[in-house]
């Protein structure tokens, strides 16, 4: 997989699943319980960076799709995830490269190589969000999240979405990430507070849901789901069959330091101290995705696409007498 740009723009036939809305099974009768969808899954890829050699898992990226303004039919494949990940990779790795670890379709794992110059931020600092414009490989195993499966305000009200509304998110787990192949393992929380206002974090002030959730390191830039009631008809599975859309992606977690009561400066020159996860994490919320998505410079993009498909398409239409 390249970054869209120069590699050639004509062939954008995808042949990897669609993950529209991700699916959820209802399990056997008789167990009040839900099972993911396999497609699920296939969305997500680990991003790592590398020193001397050596491979350091960072962090959780999704693929999302968005059609072409002027090509609707085609759609565009984008690598998302969360820009202190990118960052952090710029900041530990010798290599001058991100690493993205995706699922091959004959056997195995790959680490994909791309350059710090294939990302691009939110125009706006405040906004945790990193894109690269790739070209897909059909040689890889993955699914790709719709921009059509984003969460809207009319989702949002039409599913009575608030606090201690279920959510769910695919992601790294560092200490078993998968030795042949990623197995990202799946956390889920309730809603906890919606956007009515910034949040203050280290970016400053964020507009961001806030969720109760056991969030770590390794999930940081996983895309986070809502259920919705709505059955699906979907053949092969062994129950009810529900939609789920995109409700925005983990940023990170509040946490607060384990400190004695009072320090004495004179005795304690140095004070180690570790990060206490609170249980509640911070998620972009899916517009700020989309809205990078559709920044001038992918847009121009894609439209320079639209473009050449359209021009191609008209090359090859026969002659009318």
Known sequence: MTPAEPAPLLSMKLDSRMVGAPRYVLS??????????P???????????RKKGEFKLMGTGF????????HPSTEMLYMVTARHVIEDIKSWCDDALVHAR???KDHGA?????????WHCHEDPRIDVAIAQVV?????????????????DSLLREHRVGPGKELFFPGLFARHAGQGRNLPIVRTGT????????LQTKLGPMEAYLVEVRSIGGLSGSPVFVETDKEMDCQGFPGPVFEAFMLGMVQGHYGTRDLPDSIDDSVF????????NMGIGIVVPAKDILSAINSPRFVESRRRIAAAIKEHEKQKLPELD
Do not use: C, I, W
């Not at 693929?63 to 002027?70: K, Q, R, T, Y």
């Not at 790959?110 to 294939?118: I, Q, S, Y």
């Not at 020159?269 to 206490?276: A, D, I, L």
């Open 28 to 37: 056997p009768v008789g167990e009040n319980m839900r099972t993911l969808a």
């Open 39 to 49: 497609d699920f899954l296939s969305g997500v890829y680990f991003l790592a960076a």
């Open 63 to 70: 693929f999302v799709n968005h059609p072409l303004e002027d």
């Open 102 to 104: 995706v699922n091959r």
């Open 110 to 118: 790959e680490f994909l190589e791309m350059p710090e110059t294939g």
């Open 136 to 152: 897909p490989d059909r040689g890889l195993d993955h699914g790709a999240f719709k921009t059509a499966s984003f969460a809207t």
């Open 191 to 198: 809603v906890a507070s919606m956007p009515h206002e910034r």
């Open 269 to 276: 020159s140095v004070q180690e101290t570790r990060s206490v």
